[in-house]
C-alpha cells in the first residue's frame, strides 16, 4: 500500500511537471535568420581590422573607413578572416549561396543576362531557401537577385524585357521561379543607387527615388514590425537583403549619401587608398571616397536592422551574417575589373555571424567559400538533418562553435569561367573554364589557360612574406611547394566535378591521380 501511494506520488509530480513545462520534450524554438549581403563590399572596408583586438588578423592594413555599426557587430560575433567567393563575380556566388554547388553544378557558370541561357539558377535545384520554406520558416527576400536568365515577361508590358538594353541584365522572377521565397522585393540587376526599383510579389514595380540601401533597410524593417501582416507572427523568419552597393558606380553624390561622403571628402587619394599594391594614379583612384562613403552607409543601414532586431526583443534569437559576393580591387594591383580574380581584395569578403550558440567575439582564420554557407547555416541553425544531398559545400557549425573539426579545409577553390560556344544567334550556350587557382593560409596559385588549353599564365604568390602579392613568383613543376598546392586543387576540382577534372586540363603539370 505504502508503495503504491509513494509511484501516485511519482505520476503526480510527474504530470504537474509536464503541464507546467507545455511538453514531455519539448521542441527548441527554431531561430531567425537575417542574411544581409552587399555587393562588392571587400574584406578590407571595415573599420575594425585597425583596431585593438584586431592587430594582425588579416596581416595587411585595413581601409581607413568608418563602420562604427559593423565595428559593434564584429565584437559580439565570430569574424572569419579568410572567406573566400569562389567565383568572385555576382550570379556564380549568389548560385553557390543557394544551391551549396559549385558554379558548374548550381546552374550560374557565369553572370547571368540574356546572351546566357547557360546561366540561370536550376530550377530543380533544392534551394536554401526551399528548405527554409519547407521548414516552416517566413521567408523573405529583399534587394538585387541576379540569379536567372532574363526572360521576355516583364508584368507591366509582356513580351518585354524589364531591361531596355541589349543584353538585357535586369529581370522580373515570376513566383515559380522564386525558390520557397514567400516576400518577395526584388529586382535582377540595376546600378542606378539613387532611382532604384523593385518588383513586390504581384508583380507591381516600385521606383522609390532613394538611396538602396536604405530604401531596403526600411523595407526589411517594415517586415520585422508585420505592420501590414507580411509574415505569420507565430512561425520564425529568414530574410534576405542583397544590397547593391558599394558596387559600381561609385562616381558622385548621385551614388552614396553626401554626409558619408562627407567624412572622406577631404583626404587625399594616397589616405585612402593605403594598400601598397594600390596605382594611384589611375582614373579610378579618385572615386575611392565614393566608395567608401557607400561602405559607410551600408553599415548604417545595417546597424538599423539590427537595431529593429533589438527592438522586437529577437536579437537573441536570430542567427545575423553580414558578407558580400566578392570583393573590390580598388586600384589594387592596377587593374580596372574590381572583381574576377584571384587576388585577396576581390577574392577574400567579410563573413561576420553572431548567434548565441555561437562563441562571441573570435576570429577564425577557417577558409571558408561560398558553397559552404547553405550546410553552415542550416547547422548552426539546428537543420542539418535538411541539407539537400545535392550539396557539395560542407557544413562548418563545428568550428564557428570553436570545436575541434577534422573537416577544417586547408585551401579553398578559385573559379574564373568565361563565354564559350555560341550558337547562331549569339547566345553562349556553354562556358569555358579559364582559369583554376587555390588559396591556402600561405599561398594562393592560379593557372590561365587558351582556348587550346595550353598553359598561358599563372600567379603565384607567398601570402606570408607578399601580403599584399606584389611579388609574382615563378611556377615550377618541380617546386615542392606548388605540387602541394596543385594537389589540394586536384582535391577541390574532383570535389566539385570541374570541367579541369573532366578533361584532365593541363594534366602536364597537374598529376590528377593524386588527390589528398
Ligand atoms: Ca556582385
Redesign the pocket.
Known amino acids: 500500500m505504502k508503495f503504491k501511494i509513494k509511484n501516485s506520488w511519482i505520476i503526480v509530480c510527474y504530470t504537474v511537471g509536464i503541464l507546467l513545462c507545455g511538453c514531455s520534450n519539448p521542441e527548441p524554438a527554431k531561430p531567425n535568420l537575417v542574411y544581409i549581403f552587399p555587393?562588392?563590399f571587400r574584406k578590407q572596408a571595415m573599420g575594425f581590422w585597425e583596431k585593438p583586438g584586431y592587430e594582425n588578423a588579416i596581416r595587411t592594413i585595413g581601409d581607413p573607413v568608418e563602420t562604427p555599426e559593423l565595428d559593434r557587430f564584429a565584437n559580439e560575433a565570430v569574424v572569419l578572416t579568410n572567406m573566400v567567393s569562389n567565383a568572385p563575380?555576382?550570379s556564380p556566388h549568389r548560385g553557390s549561396l543557394l544551391t551549396g554547388m559549385f558554379p558548374g553544378a548550381s546552374g550560374v557558370p557565369l553572370n547571368c543576362n540574356s546572351n546566357r541561357p547557360v546561366s540561370s539558377l536550376r530550377k530543380d535545384a533544392v534551394c536554401f531557401s526551399d528548405v527554409l520554406d519547407q521548414q516552416g520558416y517566413n521567408t523573405a527576400y529583399f534587394g538585387k537577385w541576379h540569379l536567372d536568365y532574363p526572360k521576355p515577361n516583364d508584368p507591366i508590358n509582356p513580351g518585354n524585357y524589364v531591361d531596355p538594353r541589349t543584353p538585357a541584365w535586369d529581370a522580373y522572377t515570376p513566383e515559380e521561379d522564386r525558390h520557397g521565397f514567400q516576400h518577395w522585393y526584388s529586382y535582377g540587376t540595376w546600378d542606378v543607387h539613387k532611382d532604384p526599383h523593385y518588383y513586390n510579389n504581384q508583380g507591381q514595380r516600385t521606383e522609390p527615388k532613394e538611396w538602396s540601401p536604405k530604401h531596403e533597410a526600411n523595407q526589411v524593417i517594415a517586415y520585422l514590425k508585420n505592420e501590414k501582416g507580411q509574415r505569420d507572427p507565430e512561425k520564425p523568419f529568414a530574410v534576405f537583403v542583397s544590397m547593391n552597393p558599394p558596387?559600381n558606380p561609385y562616381n558622385s553624390l548621385n551614388d552614396c549619401e553626401e554626409k558619408d561622403y562627407n567624412l572622406y571628402k577631404d583626404k587625399l587619394t594616397k589616405e585612402l587608398l593605403v594598400r601598397p599594391n594600390a596605382d594611384l594614379e589611375m582614373d579610378k583612384a579618385r572615386k575611392a571616397a565614393f566608395y567608401f562613403a557607400n561602405v559607410t552607409g551600408v553599415s548604417r543601414e545595417f546597424g538599423r536592422i539590427i537595431d529593429q532586431l533589438k527592438n522586437m526583443g529577437e536579437y537573441e534569437n536570430t542567427v545575423i551574417v553580414f558578407t558580400s559576393?566578392?570583393g573590390e580591387t580598388m586600384c589594387s594591383h592596377g587593374i580596372n575589373d574590381p572583381?574576377n580574380n584571384i587576388y585577396t581584395e576581390a577574392f577574400d569578403v567579410p563573413f561576420l555571424i553572431r548567434y548565441p550558440g555561437l562563441k562571441a567575439h573570435r576570429l577564425d582564420d577557417l577558409i571558408m567559400g561560398s558553397p559552404d554557407i547553405m550546410p553552415t547555416l542550416l547547422g548552426v541553425m539546428g537543420l542539418q538533418d535538411f541539407i539537400p544531398t545535392e550539396v557539395q559545400g560542407t557544413n562548418y557549425t563545428r568550428v564557428l562553435k570553436g570545436e575541434s573539426d577534422k573537416n577544417r579545409p586547408k585551401s579553398a577553390l578559385y573559379i574564373r569561367n568565361i563565354d564559350g560556344q555560341k550558337d547562331s544567334s549569339g547566345k553562349v550556350i556553354d562556358y569555358f573554364p579559364v582559369a583554376r587557382g587555390v588559396k591556402t593560409h600561405s599561398y594562393t596559385i592560379e593557372l590561365q589557360i587558351d582556348s587550346n588549353q595550353k598553359l598561358v599564365g599563372t600567379k603565384f604568390f607567398n601570402d606570408i612574406d607578399d601580403p599584399y602579392q606584389m611579388n609574382n613568383l615563378p611556377v615550377k613543376s618541380d617546386d615542392p611547394v606548388v605540387i602541394g598546392l596543385l594537389k589540394e586543387m586536384v582535391y577541390w576540382l574532383k570535389k566539385s566535378d570541374d570541367p579541369w577534372y573532366q578533361q584532365k586540363i593541363l594534366s602536364d603539370w597537374i598529376d590528377y591521380k593524386t588527390d589528398l
Open positions: 555587393d562588392q563575380i555576382c558596387h559576393d566578392h572583381k
